[in-house]
């Protein structure tokens, strides 16, 4: 399809067109069109294939029932906002104000919309590792700020610590973090996160940390940037409900910040959703007061899937790079022949019955290169289809 007429700059700085002009979909949605049309097993877009906890899904039904179906407070429902707080105070020993300091967004996308919206404008820099998560980019471009990104490189996906210095200037506004971080499941050591706080301190820029997969740890547990010294007061954290409790469709998310930065960035909110999701809402928050057994039966689980389809891929001739954290591992393709990973993803589901999404997707058009052989595959999915995944995942080596 191309463009009737002009398009907005900031559109077209958001990378909503692709290299010949002509509007571009997201990497996610371009590979669940092709799993659907060849009926191949999904380990492109990251979802699960279970539903979640019976006590979330219950509340949901419950609230619905219960007439909670009307607008609730564009903030957020008090029993959500206060199951958030408490859980940071549990999982973290972070205190927030309920009252004050949280806020429920339409998943963590509209969390990371409302807070780049509401503190950049042009000329002003944001600080990203590469690769990123795609909507970063497509959101930094529509403020018309600068996105500037600091290399994670295979195989631990650690960034070096000057590059990372040089990247932030007075210029940067924000400093966004994706800890644990998607697409490498890699985790931001302390010396990092500590390096992160200095810099936004030296230059007064906000850190925005992105951690959906707070909960998706293998070993240890997640370490939030705003637990360290001098990082709260100018932090604010993203999470959502959808990877912790299987319910990526319900786009249940929020934020927690120092007060005057949450009203900026609320500002923003009541004019992108206003508010969303009520009945769901209760529900995440009877998942955040769930017991410890049931967070640690699902990094168990995803545990065992990680190593399961690591397998697959080692099997089938990839190199993967065992993740730390999250839904995805990434390998690397170059030992098939592969020097084009998307065009290799495109073909996948023709050839063998498997979608998985190329890291190409995830940098800067000049940056491609770097990426060039590296796959994503999602491994949120029973181990049945695991299993089946990787026998698909022979017939590489034909
Ligand atoms: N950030 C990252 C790093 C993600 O991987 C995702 C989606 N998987 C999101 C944000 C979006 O989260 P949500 O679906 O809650 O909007
Ligand atoms: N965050 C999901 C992933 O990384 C995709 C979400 C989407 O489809 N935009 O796979």
Redesign the pocket.
């Known amino acids: 399809m191309t463009i009737p007429g002009p398009w907005s700059r900031s559109a077209r700085a958001a990378l909503l067109l692709d290299d010949s002009g002509a509007l571009s979909q ?1 990497i ?2 371009e590979m ?1 069109m092709l799993a659907t049309e060849h009926g191949a097993i999904n380990l ?4 699960p294939d279970e539903d979640g906890p019976s006590e979330v899904l219950d509340a949901a039904r419950q609230a619905i029932l219960d007439g909670v179906n009307q607008y609730p407070p564009g903030v957020g429902q008090p029993v959500l906002r206060e199951a958030v707080a408490a859980h940071q105070r549990r999982f973290y020993d972070l205190e927030v104000d309920p009252e004050r300091e949280v806020m429920v967004t339409a998943g963590a ?1 509209e969390a990371l919309a409302a807070t780049i919206l509401a503190l950049t404008e042009a000329g002003d820099e944001v600080v990203t590792f590469s690769p990123f ?3 970063y980019a497509a959101l930094i471009g529509l403020t018309g700020a600068r996105h500037r990104t600091v290399p994670l490189r295979a195989p631990d996906f650690r960034p070096d610590h000057d590059e990372l210095r040089a990247a932030v200037s007075d210029r940067t506004r924000i400093i966004l973090i994706n800890d644990p971080h ?2 490498t499941g890699s985790i931001l050591d302390r010396e990092t996160l500590q390096l992160v706080v200095e810099l936004a301190q030296r230059h007064d820029a906000v850190i925005v940390t992105d951690e959906v997969y707070e909960h998706l740890v293998f070993d240890g547990g997640h370490r939030p940037i705003a637990t360290l010294s001098g990082a709260r007061e100018r932090t604010v954290t993203i999470s959502s409900g959808g990877k912790t409790f299987n319910t ?1 469709g319900w786009k249940v998310g929020w934020l927690t910040a120092p007060a005057p930065l949450l009203q900026a960035i609320l500002a923003v909110k009541q004019y992108l959703t206003y508010a969303n999701a009520a009945p769901l809402q209760p529900a995440i928050a009877v998942g955040l007061g769930l017991p410890d057994s049931y967070f640690l039966g699902l990094t168990q689980t995803l545990r065992r899937r990680r190593d399961l389809l690591a397998q697959g891929l080692a099997a089938a001739g990839m190199q993967p790079f065992l993740p730390r954290a999250g ?2 591992v990434v390998a690397d393709a170059a030992s098939l022949g592969v020097s084009d990973a998307h065009e290799f993803c495109r073909s996948l589901p023709s050839r063998i019955g498997i979608a998985a ?1 190329p890291l190409t997707a995830f940098v800067h058009p000049e940056d491609r290169a770097e990426v060039a052989t590296l796959v994503r595959f ?1 491994f949120c999915k029973r181990d049945d289809v695991i299993a089946e995944a990787s026998a698909r995942l022979l017939r590489l080596r034909d």
């Open positions: 997201t996610f949605a669940t492109g877009q990251g979802y996308t998560y795609d909507s998607n697409p990526t839904y995805f999404v999602a």
